[in-house]
């Protein structure tokens, strides 16, 4: 048997154990994580060194090598996110559906852990703990496949998370990190689907495709957030330009920012202006179409590939539209799934825009930037699913179980009549009929 | 383009207006599709001896023949079955959460329809009505590929639905059925991860086999029922007797029917005589250890695989274990996660069996042949998933819903700090920090 498949094995063995524990041991595992992070500070950040170190020697920098730095409060807050973890309620065990049959039995849907799940990540090592603690809070044994970049790092974190998973009398396969980092051992993980349950794979878009493309295990992923504010006839535009400012600068480098912005023709005339203002004082370059250059002094003609990119960046897209169908056609066509707003005061306009798209997260006068795991109430966040099946948008703990079935009878059977109702009748050969 | 790929697109044309139906409208249509059934039933009949005769001319005979004869009598069955669909709740629009959050956001979970979802399958034309129905009474529009030995009956059908389509002012691509049943075409289908948002294989174990190693897009299916039951020793064993009858010989041939049975060692020599009677007074081949052979005269000794086969036939596996923990090993390394019994009075027993196995389904004193989707509650079935993701175990119209997140607002912003109060108060430059 090949070392990936044996370690994967193992991580499924693992899973049987994390999958009965009770919420109270799975929150006492949680804080003593935390513990034995900070108890390891010292070695987690020698290790850390020497991945700065090695980053460095090949020249990463700025942004990419902040990503990847480690220093005492960057521990303390990964412990503290393993603390606010043990504070979930425990999706597991929980009973969302009851119902008792004509026949008598009784059904319950009951929220079972998914098993095994892989995650495949690139740089900041805090996912390391934070992608174990909400696997094991689901009842689930993970497999950390992150960067080279952070392999010492990620190491010395898994290390004290096997402390504390020994302390419990866990296997530490439970939380297994892959070492081997060749990509045909990821290529080889992600053929497992007799034992891996569930991909997610955290980071750019290569590393998206890659995962996507070389998976028989189930994946879950989005590519990128084309997140859209459209600022209807009957929108407020002292709220629309809060909705704008905040959606776009507040962190351009998101996935939930905003890139493009649709105005209803009506009140461009009155909100272009003002919203270019705001924004180019922010440093915000803007790119519009004939009208939106006609009205906010300082854009640029926007191409058509404006219009679907994922800036990341304070660049933002605008198009005057002629009315609310407009807006949902174009962002049916550039969309990318994740965030929509509308700002309206007009509800019967909020309706047909919620109900025309599809996509993961639709807003009614809110900030698109509130599209995020924290800010909907599912505690910590696993990641974000743009494709239509399981999880659709932000994944909590929840997110990482499914529903199967509890049935209870006394003896109920489906054909009463091929039955002898009592042992020691005889049974009548012709009772199969 | 191909023609696979416009076929395609004009389906996910087609979802966005099956998407926003009324649940009115789409019982409405679903009367309207089986009257169109039934009053194009003479056409539906002439393409199906068109099929049975191509059939019998390759020499297709008994149970393969007749699941694909259709009569009218079937045909009122099936008209029947969409009548029922349209009794369903709809399950678009149902809000399964609903929170305030401390900023004042309103957040509601609300199941959209997935979009467009292939269904590939073999022989029974009822399929093509079945999955039609389910599918847009969950929102969705369908492509259905069924095998070329019913192509006649399935676009006789799917002519009959277009009928009823039109007359709701649908576009036909709602239900697209693929006509180009070369393996190429299905591949192709299988790869549009940007257009299909779940594929659903119904057939035998090579179909299954063939969709999951060629799709792009997410696959849900089951390869095969290993169901088991566990006599466990404080079994009432005239109750678990009715149990293992009904689960081997109502219905042998099907997915939920028992494959294997466990007895524990304290109550083998009072039930194993008896069971084996009355079931081979049925016609049922017995395999089991050397316990059961001393036991159950006439019994053969089983081979490692009839732990794992899934028979459909007349054919039972037993064992005799010393205890639930060995029960439950053994369900754990031969079972196929699909439906697992036990027979016990004991509740902490019952308890240990239901938490310890991970199968979709896991009864108490109630029998396999209930792991259905009529038998559990959901209407009817469009299929039964064994993949712990998404829909595990019977899966009803729900199960084509995925849920998202709708929120309301009054104007909140994630970085209040970043903005300026009022449109007409100056902007300041450093505003953005």
Request: net charge negative; charged share 25%.
């Amino acid at each position: 048997m090949s070392d990936i498949r044996s370690l994967a094995m193992a991580a499924r063995d693992a899973a049987s154990d994390v999958a009965v524990l009770s919420t109270d041991a799975k929150r006492a595992l949680m804080m003593d994580m935390a513990a034995s992070l900070e108890r390891h500070a010292g070695e987690i950040l020698a290790a850390n060194a020497q991945d700065m170190q090695q980053a460095a020697a090949k020249g990463v920098q700025g942004a990419m090598l902040d990503r990847l730095r480690l220093d005492e409060a960057r521990v303390a807050t990964i412990a503290q996110a393993l603390r606010e973890v043990a504070n979930l309620p425990d999706p597991v065990g929980v009973v969302t559906r009851r119902e008792t049959r004509p026949n008598g039995i009784g059904i319950e849907r009951v929220r079972i852990p998914l098993g095994v799940v892989a995650m495949i990540y690139e740089a900041r090592p805090n996912v390391t703990a934070d992608a174990a603690a909400l696997c094991l809070m689901a009842g689930n044994a993970v497999i950390l496949r992150g960067g080279s970049e952070a392999i010492h790092s990620n190491t010395a974190i898994a290390a004290a998370l096997h402390d504390a998973l020994s302390a419990h009398g866990l296997p530490a396969a439970a939380v297994t990190l892959l070492t081997d980092l060749r990509r045909e051992a990821m290529v080889e993980l992600l053929q497992l689907a007799d034992i891996i349950d569930l991909a997610i794979p955290r980071g750019g878009e290569g590393l998206i495709r890659f995962v996507t493309e070389h998976a028989r295990v189930p994946v879950i992923k989005h590519y990128k957030g084309v997140c859209h504010l459209y600022v209807d006839r009957a929108a407020d535009l002292e709220l629309a330009l809060g909705l704008l400012v905040d959606g776009k600068t507040s962190r351009p480098g998101v996935c939930n920012a905003l890139e493009t912005l649709l105005v209803h023709r009506e009140v461009a005339a009155s909100f272009l202006p003002l919203a270019a203002k705001a924004l180019q004082e922010r440093g915000v370059e803007l790119r519009g179409d004939e009208t939106v250059c006609a009205l906010a002094p300082g854009a640029k003609p926007a191409t058509e590939d404006d219009y679907a990119a994922e800036f990341l960046d304070l660049i933002l897209a605008i198009r005057v539209v002629d009315d609310l169908e407009q807006a949902i056609a174009h962002i049916r066509r550039h969309g990318s799934d994740h965030t929509e707003v509308i700002a309206t005061r007009d509800e019967a306009t909020a309706q047909r825009f919620v109900q025309a798209l599809r996509s993961a997260v639709v807003m009614v006068n809110a900030s698109s930037r509130f599209s995020d795991g924290g800010e909907l109430g599912l505690g910590a966040e696993i990641g974000i699913s743009t494709t239509r099946l399981h999880a659709y948008g932000p994944m909590g703990a929840e997110s990482l179980t499914v529903e199967r079935f509890v049935v209870r009878g006394e003896g109920q059977v489906r054909h009463p009549s091929s039955l002898s109702a009592n042992l020691s009748a005889p049974v009548l050969p012709d009772a199969s009929a």
